[in-house]
């Protein structure tokens, strides 16, 4: 091969490197290569110092939820014609991926009540935070007011950007004690309004009402952004379409994908179809072949980076699409009935470990809406060191509002509890004797 | 805008298909056509049974304790779904075969050479996908107590210590989750160290070869874009620089090697003057496969660099993701990097999040992404570095570079290649369409390669060779394979020139013949409709 090339050594084909950036062997404090045998070995070492959530009573969400996944799904999305393909940009060949993703933006629409949805974003944060910039670009305006419900890490990942767009974020910590701050947003909705942004299951897990919102967004000029981090509950709940959302976000984590420690995770993005044109991400459309046949392209591209540059409605390219996959598969075998009985399943674990809490000394119940998640307010102690303590009995026991809202003093007693249809009773009842021994 | 509102779908009657497909189910023996999962499954199908949901009830009337519950169905009451969501259910079986009929409709690394340039598709191992799925790191949540993760967090930092090493640079983030998130990454940095001196200044120099998504990432900053020229040889133009360069410059944007598969011989020239105007230099990581352990961005200047780990380090594009796309820093960078990162802190490792930020990192830019990045991309990447070590590597550069080089060689003679003259190539070859007969394009030779049985390379990229076609092979194939497939590309290639009308047509054997695009974007249908929710054709 050398020879075809014209060049007597490797050497030689580097010759346009800088003499003083040439490296003259390997990389040090590096290991050479290592057998199939061993690699595996050193990952299982690493793997076994974490507590897998399969392994003991699980009790964690706040963005990130614990679904049973149907065998079938993971052994579909390894199928090598999907996990080794590329971005479709070559239609002819890559049907498979592109009817899935029109399978994919239909299922979100309707889950989400839209007209239209993309192919994928990276995931509920980075597609929350291109929503407020959408609705900065429709309505030519500004402030953004995110509700008190809304994910602490949005909310981080927001004000991360605004600070360099420009933009304003009008945010306050959630209150215990109350249902919903809606009264409070429909107050500060004013003619500089780009948007309001609120969550749905919020992050104590609250579920409210936003026909209201949606109406006096849409009378200031505004729009409302909806954010849906648990989709399941959309198997009983309204949808935030139904209410008046604009656009409605959110993380598809909970169909097909698993936790893996945050990611990847698959961003979903739908809104009203008068706006599909400022839509980020790629969209995938029906069309005839030249023998007539239907099949689907990548469509409506002026949007986008490749085409647009500089001018493009985002910078985003590769996206979760093999994760999309895995939610359009989950949810086709679900199907209508099988996603109702799977939130009704969670709702009912969740009223059963709600009620048995409520029962019990030194914590209060803090929610009078919830679907498979609530927040506990201990009496007496912080929840952070409590669910370190839970952890060191083996229960997985929540997540502490002093984690993810530190300093706040006037939430370190909440305790954020999820309970999907994988906690068994015995797992519910095993973590509530534990938490009262450590409550006592 | 209001699209298609007629409900307009592009079909047509079953008879005139019957006559194209020429069988009566329009399959071609093992290329089976499949309707849409809306189209063949029902509201009352599902392919997952449930334990029965009975816990409630069975508490409510055993536990004396009055209020709550009872409210909350109350009040769930108020916001429950009334009509149907629309979702069609298929049984396993069903769903196993519909899917599995659609996989076979797409062409993948799995069943050939994948030649895109700047993509990198090389071979994803299967151990990669095994490791990713063991339980203690697939099913371990982002929130867990710290004390529950160690080995996720280890993990972490050895795939870091690694990025760090190969690259030559004095720190890592990795949370960015693909490739322009990770050039956002690094713009932002930039930025924020601007602002740290007090003067953020307001423009990005791009060269007019980058990828599309380096202009749209410096706009998303807040910067406005200006191109920089290349000379003939396919370099950035210094001179052209240098004379851009200006107080106003918050930095350069490159991509090297190139987009048109060049070393930049004077990147650390490059790196010196923008440094000496005051400003920084990012460079886009995409093309790191080529020089792999073989040459350090740290050793070039550079301040901020993303890593596709997904291109670089082999972990599946998955038909567009998920990706990683950890950014290498260098020390005038670092102490913006957003945050989380993890840290080793008396013997355990620790979450640098918001709320300690302040002791060491009080400069970071704040967080991109919720939770900590995508672990189970760094799971595979981490088994790709172990496997190949240092020594494989270095290894990876240098066959990939040898393969572009044995593919620019061995059909320079029939294809035009621009920067032929310049020596070699890196990782990628790259031709124009000079020479083709009139009428005959780039795109009727890619779908020509598409009946060859080959993925196309990448077309029209970069913007500035024309009809340009960037080859890509990696270190994946064996010398058996490039011959093969040099074979193809030289017979349409002949066939280009000759003026052959009937690459007009292709592909002719692919699940698809050319797709309207230009239909699909006028009368848009991004979702499905039922047919009686569709009015009758327009």
Not at chain 1, 75 to 80: D, E, F, N, T, V
Not at chain 1, 252 to 264: E, I, M, N
Request: aromatic share 6%; net charge negative.
């Amino acid at each position: 091969m050398l020879a075809v090339v014209g060049a007597s050594s490797i050497d030689d084909l580097f010759v346009d490197v800088p003499e003083a950036a040439r490296l003259a062997g390997k990389i040090e404090g590096l290991p050479d290569h290592a057998g199939e045998l061993s690699v595996e070995r050193q990952m299982a070492a690493l793997a076994r110092k974490n507590v897998a959530a399969g392994d003991v009573p699980f009790f964690l969400g706040c963005g990130a939820y614990r679904h049973h996944i149907p065998a079938s799904v993971d052994h579909l999305i390894q199928r090598g014609e999907f996990l080794t393909s590329y971005t479709p940009y070559q239609p002819e060949i890559a049907q498979g991926t592109l009817q899935i993703l029109f399978e994919f933006q239909t299922q979100v629409a309707r889950l989400f009540g839209c007209d239209v949805a993309n192919a994928s974003m990276y995931d509920g944060s980075t597609a929350c935070w291109e929503a407020i910039g959408m609705a900065r670009r429709i309505t030519r305006r500004r402030k953004a007011i995110l509700s008190s419900g809304l994910h602490p890490h949005y909310v981080s990942v927001a004000r991360t950007m605004a600070r360099f767009t420009g933009d304003t974020l009008e945010t306050e910590p959630p209150r215990f004690g109350e249902n919903t701050d809606v009264a409070r947003l429909l107050d500060r909705i004013d003619d500089d309004t780009s948007c309001v942004v609120f969550q749905y299951p919020d992050v104590l897990g609250r579920c409210a009402d936003m026909s209201e919102l949606a109406a006096r967004a849409h009378e200031k000029g505004a729009l409302l952004v909806a954010v849906v981090t648990e989709p399941v509950a959309l198997g009983m709940l309204k949808s935030p379409g139904e209410m008046g959302a604009d656009i409605v976000v959110g993380e598809g984590q909970s169909l097909g994908v698993g936790l893996q420690f945050g990611g990847p995770y698959v961003g979903l993005f739908a809104c009203a179809e008068k706006y599909v044109r400022q839509m980020p991400g790629r969209l995938v459309g029906m069309t005839l072949d030249a023998e007539g046949k239907r099949g689907f392209v990548l469509t409506l591209s002026t949007r986008e980076q490749h085409i647009r540059r500089e001018k493009a409605t985002s910078n985003i390219c590769t996206s979760s699409v093999l994760c999309a996959l895995a939610f359009t598969i989950h949810l086709t075998l679900l199907g209508e009935k099988g996603l109702r009985q799977l939130a009704e399943l969670n709702f009912d674990r969740a009223l059963y470990a709600a009620e048995r809490l409520a029962s019990q000394y030194r914590l209060v119940m803090t929610n009078k809406t919830f679907f498979n998640e609530f927040t506990l307010s201990l009496n007496l102690r912080e929840s952070r060191p409590v669910v370190r303590e839970l952890a060191a009995r083996g229960i997985l026991g929540g997540v502490s509002l002093g984690r993810l809202y530190p300093g706040e003093k006037s939430l370190e007693r909440g305790l954020v509890v999820a309970v999907t249809e994988t906690a068994t009773k015995a797992d519910i009842d095993t973590f509530i004797a534990t938490l009262q021994e450590l409550l006592a | 805008m209001t699209i298609n509102e007629g409900g307009w779908r592009p079909e047509r009657p079953q008879a005139e298909r019957r006559a194209h497909g020429g069988t009566h189910t329009g399959n071609r023996a093992l290329m089976l056509e499949e309707p849409l999962n809306f189209e063949i499954g029902t509201l009352e199908a599902t392919g997952v049974d449930f334990e029965p949901a009975n816990m409630g009830p069975e508490v409510r009337s055993s536990i004396p304790w009055e209020g709550a519950v009872d409210d909350v169905y109350y009040e769930m009451r108020e916001l429950a779904r009334g009509a149907p969501i629309g979702l069609p259910g298929l049984s396993e079986p069903e769903t196993v075969r519909h899917y599995t009929r659609l996989s076979r409709q797409n062409y993948a690394i799995d069943l050939g050479l994948f030649p895109l340039g700047s993509c990198t598709m090389k071979h994803n191992p299967r151990l990669n996908e095994k490791v990713a799925r063991m339980p203690g790191f697939a099913d371990i949540h982002p929130l867990q107590p710290v004390e529950t993760v160690q080995g996720a967090l280890e993990l972490i930092n050895i795939l870091a210590d690694w990025l760090v090493r190969l690259t030559g640079m004095h720190s890592v983030t990795m949370s960015p989750k693909a490739g322009a998130h990770g050039e956002l990454c690094g713009v932002l940095a930039i930025r924020s160290a601007l602002e740290a001196r007090g003067d953020a200044r307001e423009v990005i120099l791009v060269p007019e070869s980058a990828h599309g998504t380096n202009p749209a990432t410096a706009a998303f900053a807040g910067y406005r874009v200006e191109n920089i020229p290349a000379t003939a040889a396919g370099r950035v133009d210094l001179d052209a620089l240098k004379a851009r360069l200006g107080p106003d410059v918050a930095g350069l944007m490159i991509t090297n090697p190139n987009t048109c598969g060049l070393f930049e011989p004077e990147m650390i020239a490059i790196s010196q003057a923008v440094h000496a105007a005051g400003g920084l230099v990012y460079c886009d990581g995409a093309n790191f496969n080529a020089i792999v352990g073989r040459v350090r961005p740290g050793d070039l200047g550079i301040d901020a660099m993303h890593i596709n780990l997904h291109k670089t380090f082999s972990t599946p594009h998955g038909g567009g993701g998920p990706g990683s796309g950890p950014v290498v820093f260098s020390a005038a960078l670092t102490p913006f990097a957003p945050l989380p990162f993890v840290e080793k802190r008396d013997g355990a490792y620790a979450l640098v999040e918001e709320e300690n930020a302040g002791e060491h990192h009080g400069a970071s830019f704040g967080r991109m992404v919720a939770f900590h990045g995508q672990m189970g991309m760094f799971t595979r990447a981490l088994a790709y570095m172990m496997s190949h070590g240092a020594d494989g590597l270095r290894q990876v550069a240098e066959d990939a570079v040898l393969n572009a080089n044995y593919v620019l060689r061995s059909l320079d003679d029939v294809l035009d290649a621009p920067f032929g003259a310049s020596g070699p190539c890196m990782h990628e070859a790259l031709f124009s369409d000079k020479g083709f007969a009139p009428g005959l394009s780039t795109l009727d030779l890619a779908k020509a390669l598409i009946d060859e049985g080959y993925h196309p390379m990448t077309m029209y990229f970069p913007l500035v060779v024309h009809g340009a076609m960037l080859i890509e092979p990696t270190e994946t194939e064996s010398k058996a394979a490039l011959d093969e497939f040099i074979g193809a590309l030289r017979s349409v290639a002949q066939r280009a020139k000759a003026g052959d009308e009937a690459l007009k047509a292709a592909p002719v054997f692919a699940p698809r013949r050319r797709l309207d695009e230009t239909l699909a974007a006028r009368k848009p249908v991004l979702v499905y409709k039922d047919p009686a929710e569709q009015s009758p054709s327009p």
